[in-house]
């Protein structure tokens, strides 16, 4: 049996520590995968607890120079918040450090170089280097000292991680400053005895790499909190406090004595933190709050506004029964709501966790960037060391060759490539989250954009999901309401909408109905189970050949017992309604008629599809010609009807064997196992729990218009993945050549080394700025 951890790692720089670590954990037994990624200082583990223990993968990571620890299972709200706060300090203390050294980089190249300039700048005679070549140099070393101290990360990180034999990008700037600094000391050290050795001080070059790389750094930091931006948005939806009913458990007494509402607002509540709130416990919600928890209303009328769940800015109506969702805005009136789901049980926090495993389930391509990534950086040095040597054999100084060897270090930083992919998977599922879309891993982005068939289950899919009974036909001289009583009794343990449909006629019929004495759920049939001494099954066609009920079907006919019911029955379905059966005690005793409704939407979403070149099927469990009927209401070509739940699985099968990329969508209610089988699983109705657990990609709102939203959010996607990928390959494959001094013999071109790292620098910046524009895609 496998097992997952998820660890917290920190002093990672770029793709190169990436790879490390991975390396390091996949030293060990049993490691089936790891995955590490930089933008959330993650890795996720699968691995066989019998050959290895979390704390051996800590030690590895520890050995490889990286700090790591388990996350905790249950990171609550609360824990998340901190989180945030601590990356807030962070960034503070980022920028702290930053100005300080650009302050001293400013003063330091003034002092440095302004003597170059074509008009002198002014310098105090005290430090004139040609009067003064000591204090000259003495002034630098303790300026660009002061920097390397701010900027100590660099070391401290990079020269360990070079020590362990998996050097990073800091180390590529440690040693690319270090040999810069040391070089400079040397000199200045010389200084007494020969004159000359003033002119090669070197240390600006040393100071101003530190400052850049953290200036882009810093950029860096701050842009990658904005692309996180989606997630931290929602989670800071749920209010940390919560209005508590006083005495929960007089509220129902008290309700049903008809308190007014504004009543309660008189003080009837007390203000505690969300975190204490238990299910069960009752909310008072005013109006132009936030409602903290999931729960149900159970008294009053408002509309809430959803759109932070589905995109949708019209707000929904409220009333007693309907389920609200913490985080979203109550707008126009008080209400009471009981609380169904706390803590990580709310939606909210599934939706922040799926987005967060967006980023923990690496696309396919990213994983080839972070292993080129990994053999950068060696390949790097050694580069950078044999162009060095080449010169020095070409009779160059050893200034002009070290200056070849830092510049090829610093500008050759694989940091880019290491945040093409999460940045650009981070902005594209934020961007969808924003519209209602959950979209649960990158890997799924990349095999969306292919799809070309997407099969759609009906009920509660392509149609509402909230069917209505339309009418009763009683055989055996039962009353409709005797029939509706002994159905709802068994409908009321099934989720499925038309069971949904049978329970509620019930009730608004006033209909009291049973608890049965036994039930069970006949996924694709019905349900069956008995009521005192009587034996009642309410389902479909296949239900009765089940129970083996004599029934005989020929071209016209359908006859049950002795009654042909060929005409009402295909009447009902020619509506693109459907029809179930109740038995009771094996006889056939009636037939419900139950209509639902198409979605609006869905008529043009398979146009949509269609005219992208995509093949549109309807699936599902409902009898042909009901299914026939909606289909040629839809213009959807293909159907395949009477599926078992679990024959849907086949289906789907079937049709990526004939080589198609097949995405299905359905409500999760009996086809979960197809929308595992399909390439890409899209769950519809986010709003309920099943959905959010199945599917890759959850839609929160009901329209089948998304499935093309997110096909193209996806495309779009992958396509900054790319762009980045190259803008990163591309600059360091261009820059290298030209840092190891190949334009030098022909034109006398040489990079600064300090030119480098603003290069190096500013393509980071770049990266994550073009991830960034995907916020700005319509869908
Ligand atoms: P779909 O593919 O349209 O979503 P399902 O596979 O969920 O359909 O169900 C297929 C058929 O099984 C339904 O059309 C209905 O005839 C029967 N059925 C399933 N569950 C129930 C139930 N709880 N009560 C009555 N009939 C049911
Ligand atoms: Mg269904």
């Known amino acids: 049996m496998s097992q997952k951890v998820e660890l917290k790692i920190e002093g990672m720089a770029c793709a190169s520590c990436v790879a490390a670590v991975e390396k390091a954990v996949k030293k060990l037994d049993g490691i089936v995968s790891c995955e590490v990624n930089l933008i959330m200082n993650s890795a996720t583990v699968v691995y066989d607890a019998k050959k290895t223990r979390v704390a051996d993968m800590i030690e590895q990571i520890e050995k490889a120079g990286y700090h790591a620890e388990e996350k905790k299972n249950d990171t609550s709200q609360m824990d998340r918040k901190a989180e945030m706060k601590k990356q807030e300090e962070a960034l503070k203390e980022q920028r702290f450090s930053l100005i300080v050294v650009l302050c001293f980089s400013v003063l330091l190249l003034y002092l440095s170089m302004g003597h170059m300039l074509p008009f002198s700048l002014p310098v105090p005679a005290f430090v004139n280097m040609h009067t003064n070549p000591i204090i000259f140099a003495l002034v630098q070393l303790f300026m660009t000292t002061i920097i390397l101290i701010f900027g100590r990360k660099f070391y401290i990180v990079g020269i360990p991680a070079l020590v362990h034999g998996n050097p990073n990008m800091d180390s590529l700037v440690a040693i690319g400053t270090a040999s810069a600094y040391l070089y400079s000391i040397v000199m200045t050290a010389r200084i007494p005895n020969d004159g000359d050795a003033v002119m090669n001080l070197y240390y600006e070059s040393a100071a101003i790499i530190v400052a850049l790389v953290m200036l882009g750094k810093y950029f860096e930091s701050r842009s990658k909190k904005r692309t996180s931006d989606a997630i931290t948005g929602i989670m800071s939806l749920a209010p940390d406090m919560a209005l508590i009913y006083k005495e929960v458990k007089s509220v129902e007494e008290q309700l049903d004595a008809d308190t007014d509402i504004d009543a309660v607002e008189a003080g009837n509540y007390t203000e505690i933190m969300t975190e204490k709130v238990k299910v069960e416990d009752i909310l008072f919600i005013k109006p132009g709050s936030r409602i903290p928890l999931d ?160 099969v759609l289950d009906k009920t509660g899919t392509l ?185 849907k699985t086949e289906v789907i099968r079937k049709k990526q064997e004939s080589g198609r990329k097949v995405c299905m969508v359905g409500d999760g209610i009996n086809d979960a196992p197809a929308l595992i089988q399909a390439d890409v699983g899209i769950a519809i109705g986010g709003g309920s729990d099943i959905a959010l657990d199945a599917g890759d990609v959850v839609l929160m709102k009901d329209d089948l218009r998304d499935i093309m939203k997110a096909l193209s959010l996806s495309r779009a996607t992958i396509r900054t993945i790319k762009q980045n990928l190259f803008w990163a390959l591309f600059y360091n494959c261009l820059g290298i050549p030209i840092a190891a001094g190949i334009l030098y013999p022909m034109s006398g071109v040489l990079l600064s080394p300090m030119i480098a790292a603003f290069a190096m620098s500013f393509s980071s910046v770049c990266v994550v700025g073009n991830a960034l524009r995907l916020r700005n895609k319509k869908l």
């Open 295 to 454: 729960g149900v209303v159970i008294r009053g009328y408002s509309s809430v506004d959803e759109s932070m769940l589905t995109g949708e800015s019209v707000p929904v109506d409220k009333e007693p029964g309907n389920r609200v969702t913490g985080g979203t805005m109550n707008q126009s009136g008080y209400i009471l709501i009981r609380v169904t789901n706390i803590g990580e049980d709310t939606t909210i926090s599934k939706i922040v966790r799926i987005m967060e495993e967006a980023q923990s389930k690496k696309a396919p391509i990213s994983r080839l960037a972070d292993v080129i990534a990994g053999y950068f950086v060696p390949v790097v040095i050694i580069i950078a060391l044999l162009a060095a040597i080449i010169w020095w054999f070409n009779g160059q100084s050893f200034f002009f060759v070290l200056q070849i060897f830092v510049t090829v270090l610093v500008i050759a930083c694989p940091c880019a490539l290491g945040l093409a992919t999460p940045t650009a998977i981070m902005v594209g599922t934020g961007v969808g989250a924003a519209n209602g879309i959950l979209i649960r891993s990158g890997e799924v982005l990349e095999i969306m954009k292919n799809v070309d068939t997407v």
């Open 463 to 647: 149609t509402e999901g909230k069917p209505k009974l339309v009418s009763i036909l009683a055989l055996e001289q039962k009353s409709e309401e005797y029939l509706l009583k002994l159905a709802a009794s068994l409908e009321q343990g099934s989720e499925h909408p038309l069971a949904l449909a049978i329970v509620e006629e019930a009730k608004a019929r006033g209909i009291k109905y049973y608890e049965p004495e036994k039930f069970e759920n006949m996924p694709g049939y019905g349900v069956a189970g008995s009521i005192g001494d009587i034996a009642i099954a309410v389902g479909n066609l296949r239900l009765l050949e089940k129970y083996k009920i004599p029934v005989k079907m020929e071209e016209d006919e359908l006859i049950i017992g002795d009654r042909n019911i060929a005409d009402i029955v295909s009447g009902v379905a020619k509506r693109g309604e459907t029809y179930v059966f109740i038995i009771i005690d094996e006889i056939v005793s009636g037939i419900f008629d139950i209509a639902d409704v198409v979605r609006d939407t869905s008529k043009e979403a398979i146009r949509q599809m269609q005219q992208k070149g995509i093949d549109v099927v309807m699936l599902t469990g409902d009898s042909k010609l009901t299914a026939d009927a909606i289909a040629k209401q839809l213009g959807i070509d293909e159907v395949v009807a009477g599926v078992l739940p679990e024959n």
